[in-house]
T-cell receptor, first 115, second 115 residues
Framework: AQKVTQAQTEISVVEKEDVTLDCVYE???????LFWYKQPPSGELVFLIR??????QNEISGRYSWNFQKSTSSFNFTITASQVVDSAVYFC????????????FGAGTTVTVRA | GAVVSQHPSRVICKSGTSVKIECRSL??????MFWYRQFPKQSLMLMAT?????????EQGVEKDKFLINHASLTLSTLTVTSAHPEDSSFYIC???????????FGPGTRLLVL
């Protein structure tokens, strides 16, 4: 069975602070995919990134960066110099072939950026 | 690219009526579409998976006669909530996936309120 744990329920920061969201996953599959999605107050889930289990390179996209570490089964997400528009719920998710690539979501972390 | 639309965005109906929600992939062919339900401040709960031209696969605990899913084409899936009751009030979100990389792209969601 697959499991995704986002231990942080809520994080509140002041604009321009950095924010790191933790994600720990569990799976017995050797091939799997990890995702981060953003859900702003409007409700739509916005795809941010996909990583497969064979690619441990960290990635940076603008103010967003991701740290994938198989040794600790973690896929953490950092927002640098946060802005009010970053306020949203962020979900980490996992999919594996043995489960038809269905997404197993974490509980989500609500990020509030105050001006 | 990878745009998914959902209609309607919001619906209010009387108890006992049926409501149909449409999910369309606008710029790609979706071999698989998913339907989720999300309660306030909670994560997404997968209801069912539908592949074009075949019957939907429902998750445990989801009543297939209550939530009818049709995936008639590679760009359209519909969810019909039959004989809706107040407890069916929720945020329903669809997602679509093309063949190949298992990234799901989400629609904007439908807020259903049953009075």
């Amino acid at each position: 069975a697959q499991k995704v744990t986002q231990a942080q329920t809520e994080i509140s920061v002041v604009e321009k602070e950095d924010v790191t969201l933790d994600c720990v996953y569990e799976t017995r599959d050797t091939t799997y995919y990890l995702f981060w999605y953003k859900q702003p107050p409007s409700g739509e889930l916005v795809f941010l990134i996909r990583r497969n289990s064979f690619d441990e390179q960290n990635e940076i996209s603008g103010r967003y960066s991701w740290n994938f570490q198989k040794s600790t089964s973690s896929f953490n997400f950092t927002i640098t110099a946060s802005q009010v528009v970053d306020s949203a719920v962020y979900f980490c998710a996992l999919s594996v072939g043995s489960n038809d690539y269905k997404l197993s979501f974490g509980a989500g972390t609500t990020v509030t950026v105050r001006a | 690219g990878a745009v998914v639309s959902q209609h309607p965005s919001r619906v209010i109906c009387k108890s006992g009526t049926s409501v149909k929600i449409e999910c369309r992939s606008l710029d790609f062919q979706a071999t698989t579409m998913f339907w989720y339900r999300q309660f306030p401040k909670q994560s997404l709960m997968l209801m069912a998976t539908s592949n074009e031209g075949s019957k939907a696969t429902y998750e445990q605990g989801v009543e297939k006669d209550k939530f009818l899913i049709n995936h008639a084409s590679l760009t359209l899936s519909t969810l019909t909530v039959t004989s809706a009751h107040p407890e069916d009030s929720s945020f329903y979100i669809c997602s679509a996936r093309a063949g190949g990389p298992p990234t799901q792209y989400f629609g904007p969601g439908t807020r259903l309120l049953v009075l």
